[in-house]
């Protein structure tokens, strides 16, 4: 409690406007805001690589972009979507939201939660420094040894990555310590685990896979560097290396990294599912017990990223196995969502129309995703566009869906307005019709033989109109994410009405103002169940009532 | 088990018909390896199928059923909380479904796993270089690039290597990938039950030029493969006319660091062995066919039409008719 005393007051005492006070704050809303804006200008910037290499990509032995133009931005668009984008809006919504979600007045360390951002923006910054400086990084968002040699890439690309790496590394190892520390010290009184909202969860699960992960990285990214400008020769083959050591490290922190991204938008998914259906999430200990086994598996897949690299029969086997295992709390996960709107009261405001998305979409990441588990299968379609197919419809149509809903839903509670509802509308549905587009067909040029990461085909082997699909899809998803940034100034303009539970929800953060003062709550509230807000609002119905 | 065959042979069919027929999909395999691996994709296919249609038709059904009507008062609808034996079911049947996943590939796995090496098979040593592939016939003793022959009905037993970075080699129609690793000797074996020309390419990321690290492999008769390994084992062409002569100094001084024109060299090379060029249909990496023209604009400025390979020379109008003037004799 004096922790939060002081936190408090030190809060008040700063600058409450102007640039000096955003740069100086430490209050978690407006770092999580900080986060959420920062991680949004570079999902603009994916996004445009992305169309770059649409346009590339549209037809056969295009012109567009050299070789090295291509590879530069491929990498840089996973890279970008994946450490620059994805994880800091997860970040940014922890920020902003688990102390409101959980009733304490700030996150447990604020001085650290200042230092994790300010690291991430300068890591990004750093790493889109390269660009000016002799050429970015051009190996791919899992750059791997040896090709990332200085003599397979003698430019500064990789170092930049390397160093940017690291950055971003640390600055969400301690914020995931952060949120861990804060999660377990700060809860109000009575908001023992099992009522902790299921973003509260998955964030904890995901910080906790952050921790143990980045570790694996930073080596790997170490030795790298020592072999790169130190002559050491940890992957460097020609002088005792080891050229698959990097594929070990890398997938070790690369498969749970995945989960890093999927869990926090499936904990928004799960918050904004219950309140439009106007029912409690279905099976809330076995979806929290399905993120911590997701977690789990997470860290026992990651050869399964190696199928081909020469493994013996029973290694690829038990990857296989530990894999098709993780479809089961996965499942779990997408039966409980429906559940909870099985005969509810359905409300189709965007929020919810882009978690109905994520449900939908994410149900194919998952089952095409099993192909990929498949040994024998895999060693056909690993490395194609069968792969880009998979991942977009989890990081995509998945991650990127839970997180859009997430704004649409939260939008009110940060800026005291709702987000157009027409605009958003629109905004969805060119999103869901542009991603099925661009990634469906991805799955067909995976079959018909086509790798990723290729800047140009020949005519004649049947990819052609698949292409040229997807770059027309690609343009779809550009438009939906135009309307997006007009909704979100037209609707900033709008006149503030300020309402603190505009979309009638159960969680804290929705019983103080919008948006909530430096302080968040006049009086820490006490909790009796999941959904303290709906017990407060149907005292007949409350959740604790049906517990006893 | 018969209508699921069917829908096999269905969902196969649509991805053949809904692109170009020319794409090289393992859902057309020209091997017993590829044919397994068809089999099973086609089958997790229809599994896939299955959940999805369920699943999805599941929820748009939600969806239409339980939206909140106009006139619909504000009372909530009934809370539910969980449903033990419906949560036991969900997480129940899934595992049972991993169960036949696991075995499934299991009986796969051992359908095209490599088998024992005999006297009759064929030994291929493929090596991977940036950006072009390397084909070694160590018991026949010539080497070749980027287009691979082997026999009809034969087992063709292949060690992967790798010059530099990982590779990965893959001809869809005859077989599953294998990474060509630097520092590790990989195995894997093709085979094929007809004739043609089935194509593939690098399919791990390898650098600037991946695109163009293609394969052809010719699955020749057993009569048409005896005839072009006799061909393959040949000395290169000697000179005779002024032009080839002076072709072949020009490749001498500006060539031959790179190519070799013993199509047996020991040495490992940069360039691809050029004895018997004008035996292969393409070049540059599989990319390009080969023609007076292309062939002439390649010598003229390869960095056109492959940026960033290592090929980097400046040849005089002359130095080019020289040389392709000696270069035509290799067949």
């Known amino acids: ?548 | 088990m018969k209508i699921f065959h069917k829908i096999t042979l269905l969902a196969g069919l649509g991805f053949i018909l809904s692109g170009c027929t020319t794409s090289p999909t393992f859902l057309r395999p020209a091997s017993s390896i590829a044919q397994h691996e068809a089999n099973l994709y086609n089958n997790l296919l229809i599994m896939a199928l299955v959940v999805f249609v369920l699943v999805e038709a599941v929820l748009v059904w939600i969806l239409i059923r339980d939206r909140k009507k106009r006139g619909d008062d504000d009372r909530p609808p009934t809370q539910i909380y969980a449903n033990t034996k419906l949560e036991i079911t969900w997480t129940v049947i899934p595992v049972l479904l991993t169960g036949a996943l696991f075995a499934m590939t299991f009986q796969t796995m051992k359908n095209v796993a490599v088998p024992a090496a005999s006297a009759k098979d064929i030994n291929v040593h493929v090596i991977g270089h940036q950006w072009w592939w390397e084909f070694d016939y160590p018991d026949l003793g010539f080497k070749t690039a980027n287009e691979l022959h082997i026999p009809v009905g034969a087992t063709v037993q292949v060690t992967l290597d790798s010059m530099d970075v990982i590779h990965s080699f893959w001809v869809p129609q005859l077989s599953g990938k294998t990474d060509a690793v630097p520092g590790q000797t990989n195995h894997m074996w093709l085979t094929s039950n007809q004739t043609g020309v089935f194509i593939g390419q690098c399919a791990e990321f390898c650098g600037t030029e991946h695109a163009m690290m293609r394969i052809e492999v010719v699955v020749d008769s057993q009569d048409d493969f005896n005839a072009w390994v006799s061909n393959q084992q040949k000395p290169a062409a000697q000179p005779q006319t002024a032009d080839e002569l002076a072709g072949y100094k020009d490749f001498s001084g500006v060539c031959a660091s790179c190519h070799s024109l013993n199509p047996a060299e020991p040495e490992n090379k940069v360039g691809p062995n050029l004895a018997h060029l004008f035996s292969r249909s393409t070049f540059a990496g599989a990319t390009y066919p080969l023609t007076e023209e292309n062939l002439r604009n390649w010598l003229h400025d390869t960095q056109s039409m492959k940026p960033g390979n290592d090929m980097k020379l400046t040849l005089s109008p002359d130095e080019i008719n020289h040389i392709y003037a000696y270069l035509k004799l290799l067949k």
């Open chain 1, 1 to 548: 409690m004096t922790v939060q005393a002081q936190n408090s007051s030190r809060i008040q005492g700063a600058a409450q406007r102007g640039f000096l006070s955003w740069v100086m704050t430490v209050d978690h809303k407006r770092i999580g805001i900080m986060y959420l804006l920062s991680a949004a200008l570079f999902f603009l910037v994916g996004g445009l690589e992305a169309l770059l290499m649409r346009i590339q990509l549209a037809q056969p032995e295009s012109k567009f972009l050299t070789p090295d133009m291509y590879n530069q931005i491929f990498t840089m668009h996973g890279t970008t979507m994946i450490f620059l984008a994805v994880m800091p809006l997860a970040a940014g919504f922890g920020n902003y939201l688990i102390p409101l979600m959980i009733g304490a007045r700030d996150m447990v360390y604020p001085k650290l939660n200042a230092l994790s951002y300010w690291t991430f923006l300068f890591g990004g910054l750093f790493m889109y420094s390269s660009f000016f400086f002799g050429g970015a990084p051009n190996d791919g968002w899992f750059s791997y040894a040896p090709l990332t040699e200085k003599l397979y890439s003698p430019s500064h690309g990789m170092d930049f990555w390397i160093m940017g790496i690291l950055l971003l590394g640390f600055a969400t190892t301690i914020g995931s310590i952060n949120f861990i520390v804060t999660i377990i010290q700060l809860r109000a009184p009575g908001m023992t685990l099992t009522r902790l909202p299921l973003f509260v969860w998955t964030m904890f699960v995901t910080s906790f896979l952050a921790v143990f992960s980045l570790p694996s990285l930073t080596t790997a990214v170490l030795l790298l560097f020592l072999d790169r400008e130190l002559g050491a020769h940890f992957y460097n083959v020609a002088q005792g290396g080891s050229a698959l050591l990097w594929q070990h490290l890398f997938w070790f922190f690369g498969h749970p990294e995945v989960y890093i991204l999927i869990l926090p938008a499936m904990g928004i998914v799960s918050e904004v599912i219950p309140v439009f259906s106007g029912k409690p999430l279905f099976g809330y200990k076995a979806v929290v017990f399905s993120a911590i086994g997701i977690g789990f598996l997470g860290f026992t897949v990651w050869a399964h990223h190696m199928f081909a690299t020469g493994m013996p029969s029973t290694t690829l086997l038990f990857f296989a196995a530990d894999s098709f295992l993780i479809g089961v709390p996965t499942g779990v996960k997408i039966f409980a969502w429906l559940a909870t709107m099985w005969k509810g009261k359905l409300r189709f405001e965007t929020p919810m129309l882009f978690s109905i998305g994520f449900v939908a979409l994410f149900l194919i990441g998952g089952l095409d995703g099993i192909h990929l588990a498949v040994v024998p299968v895999d060693w056909q379609i690993t490395d194609t566009y069968y792969v880009v197919a998979h991942i977009h419809y989890v990081l995509f149509g998945g991650a990127i869906f839970g997180i859009l809903s997430g704004v649409y839903y939260w939008f009110p509670k940060m800026s005291g307005r709702r987000l157009d509802e027409g605009l958003g509308k629109w905004h969805f549905w060119l999103m869901f019709i542009g991603m099925n587009l661009v990634f469906m067909p991805m799955h067909i040029l995976g079959i018909e033989g086509m790798p990723r990461r290729i800047y140009t085909y020949g005519a004649g082997r049947g990819w052609e109109i698949w292409n040229f699909i997807e770059t027309i899809g690609a343009i779809i998803i550009a438009a939906g994410m135009l309307v997006f940034i007009v909704n979100f100034f037209v609707s900033l303009r709008k006149e503030a009405t300020n309402k603190s539970d505009p979309w009638d929800a159960n969680t804290l953060e929705w019983k103080t103002a919008s948006p909530p003062p430096a302080y968040n709550f006049e009086e820490i509230p006490v909790v009796r169940g999941l959904r303290p807000l709906w017990d407060e609002k149907h005292p007949e119905l409350a959740d604790w009532k049906a517990a006893e």
